[in-house]
């Protein structure tokens, strides 16, 4: 199985920032490939996609609506995932979730929520205007 558990949101003015930081633990993420991705869902809509990255080689993809203010990686050693998002804006209150997606290939992103497995509790970012 894969645990994981995020942290790091909070209240936050516009045009801040806040890094949230996804902790990954189980013996299934130890011992497979995953890649790694963050979502949100705000209050009456849809979960969405925001960020992912590759389980090696660093490859990332973003969201056009936070591309240039959001910064994802990850150290596989500690098992974690990050997003440093600055830039902060309102639109961006939401609750933000870390997901996992095993992979059979080190370098292959994955955007699509569907192919995500494992997925955190999640943390709830909120931007004051």
């Known amino acids: 199985q894969v645990q994981l558990v995020e942290s790091g949101g909070g209240l936050v003015q516009a045009g801040g920032s806040l890094r949230l930081s996804c902790a990954a633990s189980?013996?299934?993420?130890?011992?497979?490939?995953?890649?790694m991705g963050w979502f949100r869902q705000a209050p009456g809509k849809e979960r969405e996609f925001v960020a992912a990255?590759?389980?090696?080689?660093?490859?990332?993809s973003y969201a056009d609506s936070v591309k240039g203010r959001f910064t994802i990686s990850r150290d596989n050693a500690e098992k974690m995932v990050y997003l440093q998002m600055n830039s902060l804006k309102p639109e961006d209150t939401a609750v933000y979730y870390c997901?996992?997606?095993?992979?059979?290939?080190?370098?292959?992103?994955?955007?699509?929520?569907?192919?995500?497995?494992?997925w955190g509790q999640g943390t709830q970012v909120t931007v004051s205007s």
């Open positions: 997901a996992a997606a095993p992979v059979a290939v080190a370098f292959a992103i994955v955007t699509s929520i569907s192919e995500y497995r494992y």
């Open positions: 189980g013996r299934t993420f130890s011992s497979y490939a995953h890649a």
């Open positions: 990255i590759s389980f090696s080689s660093g490859r990332t």
